[in-house]
Each structure stands twice: as C-alpha cells, then as structure tokens.
C-alpha cells in the first residue's frame, strides 16, 4: 500500500540530488524499503561533502556526522534535516513538514524512537551519528508480528546500557533474533570482560573464549550482569524441550531448568551452570568444537582397522556419502563391503547424498528430483532397509531469499523423487541451522544434519538449532591412529532421533509399520470374534480408548461412547496396544490414540455438506484448527498477523504446537479412512492399503479433493464455517468454544467477533498450508 509521506520522502530526494554524480535514484512508489533508505544515505553523504557516494553508512560518513556533532534544531544545513524527516516518515514516525525546520514535531518523533530503542527519556531528542545511521536503515524499534516480547526487551536493555560505547551501534527492538542482534550481545559480553571497544568485534575469538572459561553463571554470582547476559543469550536460542527462558537479573530456578534442558537438547553435560560450553553452544553454532562427539563423517572410505580405531576415538556412527558426481575425482562414495567392515569395526553408519552442491545454481526442483532418484537406486543397492533417513547437502551459505527461490523447491523435488519410488527412504537435510530449520519446516525434511563448524555462514549467525537436529558437524581436523591419516569431521549426534543404521538395518524386508499393521490386523479378528456390531466401528472405539472418551474430553457429547463391553473384551482377548508409528512418507510419529478418534467421528458423523462443518470434522481437523485458533489468540501480542502465526506455527515437523504435522496426517488419514469405512470398506483393509501399501503417497490429495471439492476457496470457507457458524448445532458449538479456551483462555475473542480483516488471514493461511503439502504431493515428475 502506497504512504504518501513515503512518496513524497521518494520524490524530494530524487529530485535534490538526482543530478549528483554517484547518486542512485529510488524508485517512487510510496513504500519504503532498503532502495529508499540508500538514497537518502547518499544524499546525506553529498551534504556532508563526500564525492565517492555510497549505499553504506560506514566509518567516513560516521566520521563526517561526528565532526558535526549532534544535529539539532539550529543546525544550519536544512537538507540534512529533511533528510531526517523524510527517514522519519520512512519509518513509521510523523517526522514533521520536512520543510528543513527541526521543529516540536521532529523532536518529539525522535525522541519516541529512542525511547522505543531503549535509551531511555531525552528531552534534548537531538540526532547523534549513531542515532542517524540507525535512521537510515530498515531496523524497527517495535515488536514486529512473529517477535518476542522477551527478545524486545533484550535488545533494549543491550541498546540503553552499551549505546556509548564507541563500537556498539544501535540494534533493532523488534522482537527477532538476528545476526545484527547475536553480534550486539557478543559485543557486551566482550565490553564487560574487559576487551578495549576498538577490538570488541563481535567475533567468538580466542580473547572471548579465554573470557568465558572464568565466567561461570551460577548462584551467588557478585552483579547482575552476568546473569542477565547469559539469560539473554538463552533467551536467543529460543524454547527447547517445552522449557522458554526468561531475561533474568537473577539466578532462578526457571533459569537452571532452562540450562538442563538446553544441556541435554544440545547434548552437554548436565550441569545445570552456565560453564564454558553451555556458554559456547549458546553463542556460536560450533559451540566448543573440542567437547566429546559420537559421531564423525568422511570421504575416506573406511576398513576395518579405521572402523576400530575411531571407536577406540569416542565416535560410533560415521556419515558416508552415496554416491558422486560423475565429474569428482575424489573417490569418496561407499564402496563395495565397506558397509560390513564399518559393522565389523563396532560403528553405524548414515548415508549422505551430495552432487555438487556448492552454489545456488546446483538446486532445482528437477535436480532434486533426479538427486533423489539416485539416492533411492544407491540406497537399494546398498540394501538399507526401508524408512532409511537419507541427508541430502546443501554445502553452501545459502541466504534466506536462496533457501525461498531454490533450495525449499529443490527439496519439494526431492520429496517428490522418493514419493516416485513408493518413499522407501524418508529425506533429511544438511546444511546450516537456518537451510535446515527452513527446509524441514517447508519441506518436512524429517531430521537435520547441521553444518555447525561453518560458523561463519550467515546461516548460522542469528539462528537458534533447529529442533529436529541429529547431527551437528562441529571441526574438520586429521584424523591419525597407527600412521593412518585422514580427514574427518567431528559430529556431535543425538542418538535418540536418528540413531543411524547398523547391521540389521541392512538387507531387510521389514518395514517401520509392519508391527502397526500386523496390530491392527489381530484387533479387526477380535472385533470379528467380538461378534457385536460392525467390526470396523469396534476398532475404532479401541483405537481411540481411553484417551478420546468420556464426558470431560468432550468425545462422548461429540458422538457418544464406546462400547464398554467390547472395550473389556479387547483387553482381555486382542493384541498388546500399539500407542504408535513412524510414517512411511515423512518419518514422523503417528499417534494411534488420536487416528482412531478422528476415523471414529468421521465415520459416525460423515462430514459438513460442501463448505458447511459438522461434528465428523471437528473430530479431526476442526477441533485441531480450534484449539490452534485460540494458540493464535494467547500470542497475539506476537503475532498480530493470523496468517504468519499459520506459517510460522501450524504443521510444522520442527515446531510444537497445538496442530502439528503429525496432528495433520492423523486427520487427513483418519478422514479418509473413516470415509472410506462409513461406505462399508474393512478398516483392516483400509489402513494396510494406505499405510502399507501407497495410499499415503497421495493422502493430501485425495482429503483436498474430497473434503473440498478441489477447491482452495473451499479450505477457507469450510474453515471460516467450522470457526463462525455450525448450523445451528449449540452443542457442536460448545465443544468448539471449550476448544478455543483450552488454548487461548477464558477470556479469548471468539472467531465470531473477529473482524473479518484479521480472521479471514488466519483462514487464508489454514488453506495455504493444507495447498502447500498437496502441491508436494501433485508435483510428481509429468503433473503440475
């Protein structure tokens, strides 16, 4: 949307300065952005008697402001004060009449953005250098949709306690943690250890980390600082393991359980202390590239010997590359009874694919589909079982607008290479914390191998780890053991996520959902000796029992209850439980209890006619949209943006919430299955099909086709209908408001009394999520 006073700013500084040589005009379009700012930067520097013009407000136009002084209402150039006014504008302030006049209203627009800033009141509100520069760029003072309060009230405090410090300049208060925002916080800390301001660069160097091995946070500590440094850097690194840190000025006892649960996220000893490498792992993504690593990888291939010598080392599992591209000459793909030799020496192994991948023009939709050909024909050939994770290289720092244009669309055609071959191997991604936080998130990329040692990528500069990660390289160094040297990477490894593949997790025909469907078999021939009702709906109560019972859940007014009788002869008669699964498309934890829940209402309650919503999709995916409405509303001081909240939040592999990923094929397949039941299939039959057979490969698909019609406005209005309106049904209506409440709180604004301009975004980001992994699934090689 266009702002006038943006306009204007665009106008008046193309027109002053447009005949200046070196200038670059921007363009007049009434929105602010990066081009505008640039301009003003150089009309700024021709005023201030620079002949070499640039878009950088470096050292020589810091230098020249400074030799000035503060800008003030007597200051004699009016250009440069326009330039001020029009940067206000720019940012969101009402800078005045930009007629070159330092007037009440600049003052007081000024002095609102340093208090917005953090540095407190200042009835002067004159322009430091420092100050100028922070106009002149794209830095917000306010929280931002998709910030932390937490974050913003760090980014304050960093700001109004370090401002005069020669070589800390002003950082963003806008709720994100970025790299600017990591660099500002390794510039404190390296100010209170007494590093001179002309060498605080920001760096993790040798002079910091001598520093940190003295500064041990833990109680009793003699000022506050250390403390609300270390809890700030916490505070960065964002919530692990359900446990959010809070910018403290105090040793808490929310503090320590934050660190244990960094400690083990992060697998470090659990001291429960700030010590040195709780201290590294916070602030760079190598952490201490010294601290014990399980695991290693390499392009040498390994014998025996070197299988038992890295043993001896400390390492168990080794990463080993599939295959090369045809023009290497390194030699480094697994090669014929190596496997054997890397069981024999005691490790596990997991498999890479790279081609190249070395530069954005490496990735494509259609190389990754072929990538993931190969890799499929490899792995085959090499005889990993099925439901093998497969991790494949982006081996460069790829930038977020890169990670948007090629890498996402190249994994998308990954997923799509495997779906191809039937998804006997589940995708992983290597690459830097925010390629493998994106990838997984947007194209469920099931575990993360994070290239932590390339600590310098802006991929990993401002980027907490991401939640999913397994593998973390760490240093590259030669490895020496009996005269053999070779290079190996060192790899911290969470065993528990991706423990690697050892022997029997070669040559197999087993499949990850062999014991879930033998299972479900058992407890159909039950129901079938049962001899009471249909034997399908008996499955379905038993699947859904006991957590998706009773009245205080909400299930036995949504459709009634099970039937006890059956309930206690499935105990004493059918198979042990089977809480849950991997699934064979994404890797992810299936949880039965909450399938069979969903089938059991859809087959009951059938669906909404057309856009209309009926109790059969509350018992899926409705009453998770419900409970992930009210989700939005607790965070609404973040996120103001329905649609953000959705694409930062809902269905994601890498984020906990009250819909995740697993939530949405649990619906999605409890939908079809139950549909397909409610029109007198086996549900026996029904789910060995789908899981066990391809029905999987295309579930998104088929529930986008037959829940609506096909149709992305459908998504929408059913969603809005399910949220608004449910026909009358007060007590379908009920269970909906109880939903919303749970999440969001007692005093939650019903999406009824929602303005339509802020729900109908939220709507819009359900659909785009549910269109997202259905155009996944669609993008099969020779579709559209």
């Known amino acids: 949307m266009s702002d006038p006073k943006v306009l204007a700013a665009q106008q008046w500084v193309n027109a002053t300065y447009g005949a200046v040589s070196g200038y670059n005009r921007c363009p007049e379009n009434g929105k602010t952005g990066w081009l505008t700012m640039y301009s003003l930067t150089r009309g700024l520097q021709h005023e201030l008697g620079i002949t070499t013009l640039s878009d950088s407000f470096g050292p020589t136009t810091l230098g020249k402001l400074t030799e000035r002084g503060p800008i003030k209402p007597d200051h004699p150039n009016k250009n440069i004060i326009r330039i001020i006014q029009h940067a206000l504008f720019c940012k969101g302030y009402w800078g005045g009449n930009a007629d070159g006049n330092y007037d009440t209203t600049t003052m007081v627009a000024i002095r609102s953005l340093k208090e917005r800033a953090g540095l407190g009141p200042d009835p002067d509100s004159w322009v430091q250098p420092k100050i100028f520069k922070a106009l002149l760029n794209m830095d917000a003072y306010v929280l931002l949709s998709g910030g932390n309060e937490e974050v913003r009230m760090i980014q304050q405090y960093l700001n109004g306690v370090y401002f005069d410090r020669s070589t800390f300049f002003l950082s963003p208060c806008d709720g994100h943690y970025t790299r600017d925002v990591q660099t500002a916080l390794m510039k404190a800390i390296q100010y209170e250890l007494g590093v001179p301001p002309d060498q605080a660069t920001g760096a993790f160097g040798p002079t910091t980390q001598a520093g940190l091995r003295r500064t041990l946070v833990a109680p009793g500590m003699p000022t506050d600082t250390w403390y609300r440094l270390f809890s700030a850097a916490c505070v960065f690194n964002g919530t692990t393991s359900g446990v959010t840190a809070k910018f403290t000025m105090n040793w808490t006892g929310e503090l320590e359980q934050y660190i244990r649960a960094f400690q083990k996220f992060s697998m470090l000893s659990e001291s429960g202390r700030g010590d040195y490498q709780t201290w590294a792992q916070l602030l760079v993504s190598t952490g201490d590239p010294d601290r014990p690593a399980g695991a290693c990888d390499t392009r040498f291939h390994i014998s025996v010997a070197r299988a038992r010598a890295l043993v001896a080392a400390g390492y168990k599992v080794v990463g080993r590359y599939l295959d090369e591209d045809p023009t290497s000459t390194l030699d480094k793909e697994i090669q014929p009874g190596e496997l054997e030799a890397i069981f024999t020496g005691g490790m596990r192994v997991f498999p890479i694919s790279q081609y190249n991948a070395r530069q954005v ?50 994994f998308n055609g990954v997923q799509a290479g495997l779906a191809s071959q039937g998804k006997r191997y589940i995708a992983g991604v290597y690459g830097s914390r925010n390629v493998c936080a994106r990838v997984s998130s947007e194209a469920y990329a099931r575990f993360s191998f994070v290239s932590g040692m390339s600590y310098g990528f802006s991929g990993n500069l401002g980027f907490p780890m991401p939640s999913n990660w397994s593998f973390n390289q760490i240093k590259e160094f030669k490895f020496s053991a009996n005269g053999d040297v070779f290079d190996l990477d060192r790899v911290v490894h969470r065993s528990t996520v991706d423990p690697g593949v050892g022997r029997d997790g070669i040559g197999s025909s087993e499949t990850p959902v062999d014991a879930y469907l033998t299972y479900i078999d058992r407890l159909y021939q039950t129901a079938v000796a049962y001899n009471k009702g249909n034997p399908s709906l008996r499955v379905m109560e038993y699947l859904r029992y006991p957590n998706y019972v009773d009245v205080y859940s909400g299930w ?19 198979p042990a439980k089977v809480h849950s699964f991997k699934d064979p498309s994404y890797g992810v934890t299936i949880n039965v209890d909450h399938f069979g829940a969903t089938a059991n209402a859809v087959f009951l309650k059938g669906r909404g006619d057309g856009v209309a919503a009926n109790r059969g999709d509350f018992g899926g995916w409705g009453g998770d949209l419900s409970t992930f409405y009210g989700e939005w509303r607790a965070n609404g001081d973040e996120y103001a943006s329905g649609y953000a909240f959705c694409m930062d939040r809902l269905a994601k592999i890498t984020v906990v919430s009250s819909f995740s990923f697993g939530d949405l094929i649990e619906d999605v397949d409890g939908y079809l299955i139950g549909m397909a039941c409610k029109n007198g299939a086996r549900i026996d039959q029904q789910i060995r099909a789908h899981i066990g057979g391809s029905g999987h490969l295309s579930r998104f698909k088929r529930f986008f086709e ?53 729900l109908n975004p939220f709507l819009q980001g359900y659909a785009d999520t549910i269109l997202r992994v259905v155009g996944q699934e669609n993008a099969r090689r020779g579709t559209s």
């Open 556 to 574: 036995e007014t949504l459709i009634g209850d099970v039937d006890r009788d059956w309930i206690r002869y499935a105990e004493a008669n059918g």
């Open 361 to 410: 023009g490496d990735f494509t939709y259609t190389q990754g589909y072929q990538h993931a050909l190969k890799a499929h024909n490899r792995a085959v050939g090499y005889g990993f079982n099925r439901g093998t994770v497969i991790y494949f290289a982006v081996d460069y720092d790829a930038t977020d607008p890169e990670i948007s244009s090629n890498i996402v669309p190249y």
């Open 706 to 758: 037959d829940r609506y019609q096909g149709k992305g406005g459908d998504i929408v209005e059913c969603a809005r209908h399910m949220l608004e309106d449910v026909d009358g049904d007060t007590t379908l209506a009920a269970l909906r408001t109880a939903a919303i409440k749970k999440t969001g709180g007692w005093n939650t604004l019903l999406p009824g009394h929602m303005p339509a301009d802020k």
